[in-house]
């Protein structure tokens, strides 16, 4: 096992690995930005590096940066958390060339995966159910125009490199496929520098369900079961819950079955998450593999018992998986809601500053994964999220009515939160009734009268 891992993120997600390293007896390493220098998980670390200025290409986006204060620290592994460098294949060859162990799957996989075409070609191989689509990129219009002849409008067009909803335009007609394979390709190449585009049916109010994966070098592979975040604002994640409400015994065995089967097939190891969406008649599509930790990876700890970072740590250091497939049970109901520093008045606009009086929830069942406390402010620099209401109960019935009553307790005083929205949709009939799809919050709650 490692003596010291560098910690290549920042926030609750940095904070998340130090503890994980200080349970298993890890020196952690963090690295920040000058304008993080007071933060929890630069405080609780073994030792700390500045890697640069605010922005964060100019720090936690500085791949000399993070290697260098890897080699002065001593550390022998990396975990890249989330977003930053996380699904960067390059920062992932260069850990390992540098001879550090990546915490994460390989670059190989990651690449193949990462691409959203390619990792389409491997569902196909693992017989894992695709959206019905085009053929591999679209060359031009016209090839656009009769693959979408063939499927059936409405058509989405969609980034293969894509990323937050970008690069995704829905056609509904021969007219707007030209005007939508034009934007689709142009915003993609802005975003990503890769203007590849394919085309996929438009599955009506789909719910999105996803399944943890974990697999060690040896070729053992487990699914964690689901996770349901159909609520979502602009392809935003704004509650995660496991199990999914409505998914039928048969369902959840067949997409956790997929699942497994789809990361075996591209040689996946480590933590991974592979994203479907799923019909209103039950039948689940892939759309893509996340291959990192996720944010929203807290719910499915709760109900299978596993410690995903601390997995993921030591399946990094070569251990086998410490459990077979059937020794993994879910229990229990998880939910989980990101506390965003961002006003819901104002269209969800990002509102950081300085946190002047902060009180966190407790009581059992309750958990909040968070890097912010009073005095704490959160900068403009970053993602607005400050922290994570995580509650587990034996029913979701009685989830759903902790969450309230620890949203209602939560205070953050000096800045705007997601909080109260978040009550308003937890209270909602079809919430309670797990019907919700993930355009639902923009449809019903946000669309104006
Ligand atoms: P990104 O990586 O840009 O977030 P995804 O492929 O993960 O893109 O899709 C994001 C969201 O877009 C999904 O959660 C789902 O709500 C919606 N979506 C994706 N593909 C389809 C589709 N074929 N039909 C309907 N909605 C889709």
């Known amino acids: 096992m490692y003596n010291r891992i560098l910690i290549a993120n920042r926030g609750e997600i940095a904070l998340r690995i130090v503890r994980a390293c200080k349970e298993m007896g890890i020196e952690s390493v963090a690295v920040y930005s000058t304008a993080d220098r007071d933060s929890a998980h630069v405080r609780y670390a073994d030792q700390a590096y500045c890697i640069g200025p605010p922005k964060s290409v100019d720090s936690y986006l500085r791949i000399e940066h993070i290697i260098g204060a890897a080699e002065v620290s001593g550390a022998e592994a990396i975990h890249p958390g989330y977003g930053f460098l996380a699904e960067n294949a390059h920062f992932n060859e260069v850990v390992r060339s540098s001879n550090f162990d990546f915490i994460g799957p390989t670059p190989q996989a990651m690449q193949q995966l990462g691409d959203k075409n390619t990792a389409r070609a491997v569902a196909i191989r693992a017989k894992v159910p695709v959206v019905p689509g085009s053929d591999g990129l679209l060359v031009d219009e016209e090839h656009a125009i009769a693959a979408a002849k063939e499927i059936g409008y409405p058509v989405l067009i969609k980034a293969t ?32 520098g890769n203007g590849g585009v394919y085309l996929e049916k438009f599955v009506d109010k789909p719910r999105h369900v996803e399944v943890q994966v974990i697999a060690d070098l040896h070729g053992n592979v487990c699914h964690l079961y689901e996770r349901d975040c159909s609520v979502q604002r602009r392809h935003q994640k704004l509650i995660e819950e496991s199990p999914s409400p409505l998914l039928s015994q048969k369902t959840r065995t067949a997409i956790c079955e997929a699942a497994a089967r789809l990361v075996a097939e591209a040689d996946y190891q480590n933590a991974g998450t592979v994203e479907f969406i799923v019909d209103q008649q039950d039948n689940f599509y892939f759309i893509e593999v996340n291959a990192r930790i996720q944010v929203e990876h807290p719910v499915t700890e709760m109900v299978t018992g596993i410690d995903l970072i601390q997995s993921q740590i030591r399946v990094a250091a070569g251990e086998p998986l410490p459990f077979k497939q059937s020794d993994i049970q879910l229990r229990g109901a998880a939910m989980e809601c990101r506390i965003n520093a961002e006003d819901p008045s104002k269209n969800f606009q990002p509102c950081p500053g300085h946190i002047q009086k902060m009180f966190v929830p407790g009581g059992l069942g309750v958990r909040f994964d968070s890097h912010a406390q009073a005095g704490y402010t959160v900068p403009p620099y970053y993602d607005s999220m400050i922290g994570k209401l995580i509650v587990y109960k034996p029913t979701r019935e009685e989830a759903i009515a902790c ?21 308003q949709v937890l209270k909602h009939p079809a919430f309670i009734a797990g019907t919700v799809d993930t355009k639902w919050v923009e449809r019903e709650l946000l669309a104006p009268s």
Not at 403 to 423: H, K, N, P, S, Y
């Open 403 to 423: 969450m309230i009553r620890g949203l209602e307790e939560l205070r953050v005083e000096g800045i705007a939160t997601t909080a109260a929205f978040q009550i």
């Open 161 to 192: 490199a894509g990323g937050g909803g970008k690069g995704m335009r829905v056609a509904l007609n021969e007219q707007s496929i030209r005007t939508a394979f034009q934007q689709a390709q142009t915003e993609a190449q802005a975003a990503f």
